[in-house]
């Protein structure tokens, strides 16, 4: 894992220390994972997964974003525990 960086999070996964960093390709994984072609697209759809509940969208933002990569999905409960740190990393290295 290389340097912490202004706007990385650090979480714990299955017990296993991680970083979360938006990175462009993470920004494209999430893109693609969403099914977003712009950023206003990728916005709305972060919308509704957060009204929602939608963990699948989530699931695919940790993969995207995590060093180490999660080796199994995540359960729920867990997920849900670290969805603001997701948000944070988003909206940070965004500049929102």
């Known amino acids: ?49 957060g009204r929602g509940g939608d963990m699948g969208v989530w699931q695919g933002l940790v993969s995207a974003l995590a060093t180490p990569r999660p080796a199994a999905e995540i359960p729920e409960d867990e997920l849900a525990k670290f969805l603001p740190d997701i948000a944070a990393v988003i909206a940070e290295g965004l500049g929102a």
Do not use: C, H, K, W
């Open 1 to 49: 894992m290389s340097g912490f960086r202004p706007g990385d999070r650090s979480v714990v996964i299955a017990g296993q220390v991680t970083r979360l960093r938006l990175t462009v390709s993470a920004l494209a994984e999430i893109a693609n994972v969403t099914g977003s072609d712009s950023p206003a697209a990728l916005a709305n759809r972060l919308r509704q997964a």
